[in-house]
């Protein structure tokens, strides 16, 4: 049996050279890995985090693994390809996404949501430096705890009043709100924590020490 998904990729890990494997967010299937054929020596642009795919899958009664085939981008992204700085926001999100929401689960709009946060960030002008700490709070709120200043008190150490503006501010406002690399980092961190202890993983996120390089 055949099914047409929309796909979200979270990450890959190559298998052998005409193959890899896609850690993926998928609206039906929630957090599920599939493997897909490239061709040696073939671009694999398409298969970067992030990347929203349409495709077919072949499933298969005797392996977890399911055949991808027919894949193609939904959607260019070309705002978030051709700028470095949302290339990096979109490595942090999508390593998120792949250490905090286990294989197998199926959160309820997190990929309906995720997909219009993509969306959004590919078609940001101006200043979207702040991007990534909106995101991280807007995920809390669609897997269901929603940070407020009380639950965040615990995590936030200094920065507790930046992140109680941030709360209560529109999106523009949001976007516009005056803080240094230093500080946009830290606050990442506070929220990472608050999400580690609400998930019950660690979040480990790697890519938050190359945002906090570009932003410093």
Same mark, same amino acid.
């Given at each position: 049996m055949n099914t047409?998904?929309?796909?979200?990729?979270?990450?890959?890990?190559?298998?052998?050279?005409?193959?890899?494997?896609l850690h993926?967010?998928?609206?039906?299937?929630?957090?599920?890995s599939f493997i897909v054929a490239v061709r040696k020596g073939g671009s694999r642009a398409m298969y970067l985090p992030f990347?929203?795919?349409?495709?077919?899958?072949m499933e298969n009664r005797k392996s977890d693994l399911w055949r991808?085939?027919?894949?193609?981008?939904?959607?260019?992204?070309?705002?978030?390809?051709?700028?470095?700085?949302?290339?990096?926001?979109?490595? !942090?999100?999508?390593?998120?996404?792949?250490?905090?929401?286990?294989?197998?689960?199926?959160?309820?709009?997190?990929?309906?949501?995720?997909?219009r946060s993509i969306l959004t960030l590919d078609a940001l002008e101006g200043d979207f430096a702040n991007y990534h700490l909106r995101w991280l709070m807007e995920l809390a709120g669609v897997l269901g !705890?929603? *940070?407020?200043?009380?639950?965040?008190? *615990?995590?936030?150490?200094?920065?507790?009043?930046?992140?109680?503006?941030?709360l209560s501010a529109g999106f523009e406002q949001f976007m516009l709100y005056p803080l240094s690399g230093t500080k946009r980092s830290a606050i990442a961190e506070s929220l990472l924590r608050y999400l580690s202890v609400h998930l019950e993983? *660690?979040?480990?996120?790697?890519?938050?020490?190359?945002?906090?390089?570009?932003?410093?």
């Amino acid at each position: 049996m055949n099914t047409a998904v929309r796909l979200i990729v979270l990450n890959s890990t190559k298998l052998g050279d005409s193959s890899l494997v896609l850690h993926c967010l998928c609206r039906e299937m929630g957090r599920r890995s599939f493997i897909v054929a490239v061709r040696k020596g073939g671009s694999r642009a398409m298969y970067l985090p992030f990347s929203i795919l349409d495709a077919e899958v072949m499933e298969n009664r005797k392996s977890d693994l399911w055949r991808l085939r027919g894949v193609s981008a939904a959607h260019a992204l070309n705002g978030v390809r051709s700028d470095l700085n949302k290339n990096a926001i979109t490595l !942090f999100m999508s390593e998120v996404l792949w250490r905090g929401v286990q294989e197998g689960a199926a959160e309820e709009g997190l990929f309906d949501w995720c997909e219009r946060s993509i969306l959004t960030l590919d078609a940001l002008e101006g200043d979207f430096a702040n991007y990534h700490l909106r995101w991280l709070m807007e995920l809390a709120g669609v897997l269901g !705890f929603s *940070p407020s200043f009380e639950s965040m008190a *615990p995590f936030a150490g200094e920065n507790l009043q930046a992140i109680s503006d941030l709360l209560s501010a529109g999106f523009e406002q949001f976007m516009l709100y005056p803080l240094s690399g230093t500080k946009r980092s830290a606050i990442a961190e506070s929220l990472l924590r608050y999400l580690s202890v609400h998930l019950e993983v *660690p979040l480990n996120i790697r890519s938050l020490a190359v945002l906090g390089e570009l932003y410093r």
